[in-house]
């Protein structure tokens, strides 16, 4: 049986003496208190490094071109050609990349993009609040960065370009056990102050497990850091510029 | 097996009453105290106990609804809120289930489960002619805490529980009263003499 958001919670319970739930939906103090800060909590942890396990990556959706080639909307803001919806699990953007697209076909498609290997170039992007309405039928109340009035867009100057992000992951089972631990003690520091009775212990426990949740944290994202042959995702643009040739002497950024 | 006459001899062997109740509905003094305090004192412990066997889960009935509701969203444009329609600023108004004493949660089927990504519902108990809950959540089930009547579903240390309850609020018409200060400080002297 897969492990469960509840199980999790239980788990932050147990190191707070607190009473396990049954299930996330109980009713029991605990649970609805769990309930309101879990997925906040889970995106928080995301947030907190460039998770190997939460790395994913895709070719973005184009939504505007500034010279409409691609793209029936031809609005984006200044000084940028091309915008790009945000995933809808994105929870943080980590870059854009060039995998040299010349051209789309009518499917969104990129046509004439470098062939593996070959050396991951960073593009400029930012990321941005735009004013395109979500329709109120649509999905908007449970995508992050989706509203009834505006939409989180990737900005950028790159034709179909690729990111890299991180997404959520809502299985718990995929989380390394450091990521958990200290997810768990970060629910735990969270849930003490409203689940002990005794409230100067539970402050106690909520300082105690808030220091546990910063150390899981950094081992975890030690041995995140250690995982695979790459240290990091990218090079800095500086150290780009200054090691690049000719082909980038006609970019204006 | 448990009984309401059961718990209530047990209570009045604690307050030390010479006799017992054959039935709740004898007529005698200890059966109408005991009457006139039972269901109060049964729900005011399920209440604070919320035991978790007594938690029921149940598909709510709509009472009113906000107008031109469209993925969570009311649209008032076309008229001036009345009472045909839920307080502000609450979509949906639903029927307080006759036997529940605590509402604890709302809850939303899902179209698959388990769920992955749980999110809290809100809501709030309200007052429209009769108990209502007020919430955002279309097709709601409501968990609560709910009146179990039948002592003998019960669990034990809940029957205890309602023992010893039972017990204090017989005590001051049916206890044994303690002596007088006076006179008991002369017994302990009595006492402590041989």
């Known amino acids: 049986m897969a492990t469960l958001p509840a199980d ?11 009473d396990e739930i049954g299930d996330i939906d109980d009713g029991s103090r605990a649970s609805i208190r769990a309930l309101r800060i879990y997925d906040t909590t889970l995106r928080e942890m995301h947030a907190a490094a460039h998770w190997n396990f939460a790395r994913r990556q895709i070719q973005l959706y184009l939504l505007a071109d500034t010279q409409g080639l691609y793209a029936t909307e031809t609005v984006v803001p200044l000084p940028w050609q091309y915008m790009y919806e945000w995933p809808t699990d994105c929870v943080q953007m980590r870059f854009v990349f060039c995998a040299g697209v010349t051209a789309m076909d009518a499917d969104g498609n990129p046509i004439g993009q470098l062939i593996a290997p070959f050396r991951q170039r960073p593009v400029p992007f930012i990321v941005s609040d735009y004013l395109r309405p979500n329709p109120i039928e649509s999905s908007w109340d449970v995508i992050e960065g ?13 034709l179909a370009a690729t990111a890299v992000y991180t997404g959520i992951v809502q299985y718990p089972d995929m989380w390394p056990p450091l990521f958990r631990r200290a997810f768990s003690a970060l629910l735990s520091a969270r849930l003490a102050m409203s689940v002990v009775s005794d409230k100067k212990f539970a402050a106690q426990l909520r300082d105690t497990n808030q220091n546990i949740a910063d150390k899981a944290l950094i081992e975890a994202r030690v041995r ?14 500086w150290i780009t510029y200054r090691s690049g040739g000719p082909e980038y002497g006609n970019e204006t950024y | 097996m448990a009984t309401i006459e059961g718990i209530v001899n047990q209570a009045l062997d604690i307050v030390g009453y010479p006799s017992h109740i054959g039935n709740i509905y004898e007529g ?9 305090l039972w269901g109060t004192t049964r729900d005011a412990l399920f209440t604070a106990a919320q035991p978790v066997w007594a938690k029921r889960d149940l598909r709510l009935v709509l009472l009113k609804s906000a107008p031109n509701i ?3 969203w009311a649209d008032y444009s076309s008229g001036l809120w009345d009472s045909s329609y839920p307080t502000l600023p609450w979509l949906y108004e639903y029927e307080y289930p006759a036997d529940c004493l605590l509402p604890l949660q709302i809850k939303v089927q899902t179209n698959f489960v388990p769920v992955y990504r749980p999110r809290p519902r809100s809501y709030r108990v309200s007052f429209d002619s009769q108990k209502v809950i007020l919430t955002n959540t279309p097709d709601a089930i409501l968990s609560y805490i709910a009146a ?13 529980a309602m023992v010893e309850a039972v017990a204090k609020k017989m005590q001051m018409e049916l206890g044994k009263s ?17």
């Open chain 1, 8 to 18: 999790v919670i239980t788990e932050a319970l147990g190191e707070i003496g607190a």
């Open chain 1, 146 to 158: 989706h509203s009834p009035e505006s939409t989180r867009v990737v900005l950028t100057n790159e």
């Open chain 1, 224 to 237: 995140d850091g250690n995982e695979g042959w790459t240290i990091v995702d990218h090079e800095a643009d």
């Open chain 2, 28 to 36: 005698s003094k200890p059966s109408i105290i005991a009457l006139n």
């Open chain 2, 70 to 72: 469209n993925n969570g």
């Open chain 2, 148 to 160: 179990v009547l039948d002592p003998d579903d019960w669990y034990d240390d809940f029957a205890e």
């Open chain 2, 178 to 194: 303690p002596p007088p200060r006076a006179q008991q400080q002369e017994d302990d002297r009595g006492n402590a003499a041989g």
